[in-house]
């Protein structure tokens, strides 16, 4: 079945630091890869997905690219604001047609300090 | 404005006691989802809908139950049932299939559920 792993937290840097949060996955076929961020509090909201090889999900400064070759979708920002302070999860849908169930990593929780 | 509203945020149950956690969408969506999520674990899938009277099964089924009646409403009954219900249930909906699917999911605030 679908899996996505997720690098461990909880991650603390300083603001305007660089940022990566790795997230590999197994599934057959071509599934669509997202990040989902969630505040304090809240439920989650969408931040960037990609949809087919190569392809570059981007908003709000973050960045992450969709590599079929090492099966990966790592998350990056040049440089980190408090307000990135979130949990954030890497997820996959069914790459079947009209499968849309998403498959989520563990998340990850980041913290910013000023 | 569109969106999904849970309800209510915070519930205390007894235990041997069923709870209906309410989930209501007004973004005329096909598919609505109940995920489960406890520290560490992520979000686990415990049901599905993808059309009304209609729904499928997740990965922890076990001990909740559903029903889909209207396009707009996806109540989640917890029940006696559950061995482990303490958790944060998060309900969503999304676009159903079609070649323009995009995976987007619309989430919910959330409903912490507490057992004493």
């Known amino acids: 079945g679908n899996s996505v792993t997720q690098m461990e937290g909880p991650v603390t840097l300083s603001e305007e630091a660089f940022l990566t949060i790795n997230c590999t996955y197994t599934?057959?076929?071509?599934?669509?890869l997202f990040w989902y961020v969630q505040y304090p509090g809240e439920g989650l909201q969408l931040l960037l997905k990609a949809t087919k090889a190569d392809d570059k999900g981007s908003n709000k400064g973050f960045e992450a690219t969709y590599r079929k070759e090492t099966t990966s979708f790592h998350l990056e920002k040049g440089s980190v604001q408090v307000s990135d302070s979130a949990v954030y999860f890497c997820?996959?849908?069914?790459?079947?047609?009209?499968?849309?169930?998403?498959?989520f990593g563990t998340g990850t929780r980041l913290t910013i300090i000023p | 404005d569109g969106g999904i509203t849970q309800s209510p945020k915070y519930l205390f149950r007894k235990e041997g006691q069923n709870v209906t956690l309410s989930c209501e969408q007004n973004l005329n969506h096909d598919a609505m989802y109940w995920y489960r999520q406890d520290p560490g674990q992520g979000l686990r899938l415990i049901y599905y809908s993808q059309i009304v009277n209609d729904f499928q099964k997740g990965d922890i089924a076990e001990g909740y139950s559903v029903s889909r009646e209207k396009k707009e409403s996806f109540p989640l009954t917890v029940t006696s049932a559950q061995k482990n219900p303490t958790a944060f249930y998060l309900c969503?909906?999304?676009?159903?299939?079609?070649?323009?699917?995009?995976?987007?999911?619309?989430f919910g605030e959330g409903s912490r559920l507490t057992v004493l």
């Open positions: 599934a057959t076929g071509y599934p669509s």
């Open positions: 969503a909906s999304s676009i159903r299939g079609g070649q323009g699917r995009t995976g987007e999911l619309f």
């Open positions: 997820a996959l849908t069914g790459a079947n047609f009209g499968n849309e169930k998403l498959t």
